[in-house]
């Protein structure tokens, strides 16, 4: 039973590139949620998805992130032209239904 | 005033201890309740859900209080392996609203 799966798990990326963060959730589930993790700092919601819908994005910065669930293939979340205040761990769960979510082991982004 | 609150501590409590984490919510439209276990620079995992009715799971008893607003997480017991960073969450439909976390460190 594989659990939710993200990578890279370490991604460093130099101001203005582009970041790419994969999660493929726990085979059945077709919830998929993105957070984000400062140091120091809470989990804060980024956005909901189902599968080719996004059904809550309220947590997303309105520049420059994107995040998709396509019929086929893993969840990405995108960030475009990054900055150093992007840098944050970023975690992906999953659900079966519209509860009890389960966590990735999140991706690391650190921005040069 | 924050959606979430939560004591960040920490905790020092010797093995053995009996410890108690509160957590307040400011969203009556919450619908459900979790508390997750985070170990330093690892992902948070799921310990338990949380019930009006209260719920335990072997040394974990969990409880939740919707007239007050607040939940709570009891831990008999404790082991130098509980030591962790505790979330609550609290969810509506679509997403999940955390606390900061408290910090438990279970000593000998």
């Known amino acids: 039973n594989a659990g939710v799966m993200q990578n890279p798990r370490h991604l460093v990326r130099r101001r203005g590139q582009e970041a790419r963060l994969r999660c493929s959730p726990v085979?059945?589930?077709?919830?998929v949620y993105w957070y984000r993790q400062l140091p120091e700092e809470g989990l804060k919601f980024m956005v909901y998805?189902?599968?080719?819908?996004?059904?809550?994005e309220s947590g997303m910065p309105k520049e420059r992130f994107s995040a998709e669930f396509p019929k086929e293939g893993p969840s990405i979340l995108r960030i475009q032209q990054v900055v150093r205040g992007d840098s944050a761990a970023y975690f992906c769960?999953?659900?079966?239904?519209?509860?009890?979510?389960?966590f990735g082991p999140g991706t690391r982004l650190t921005v040069l | 005033r924050k959606e979430v609150e939560q004591d960040p501590g920490p905790f020092n409590v010797p093995e053995g201890a009996t410890v108690a984490f509160n957590c307040t919510y400011s969203?009556?439209?919450?619908?459900?309740f979790f508390w997750y276990r985070q170990d330093c620079r690892k992902e948070p995992k799921l310990l338990m859900s949380?019930?009006?009715s209260g719920n335990e799971d072997g040394r974990f008893t969990a409880q939740l209080n919707r007239a007050s607003q607040y939940i709570s997480l009891l831990i008999r017991d404790s082991k130098l392996s509980d030591s962790a960073t505790y979330l609550c969450?609290?969810?509506?439909?679509?997403?999940?609203?955390f606390g900061t976390g408290t910090r438990l460190q279970v000593t000998l």
């Open positions: 769960a999953s659900s079966p239904r519209r509860d009890e979510q389960f």
């Open positions: 085979k059945g589930h077709s919830h």
């Open positions: 998805l189902q599968k080719e819908n996004i059904i809550d």
């Open positions: 969203n009556s439209a919450s619908q459900s």
């Open positions: 949380v019930y009006s």
């Open positions: 969450g609290t969810g509506t439909a679509s997403k999940l609203t």
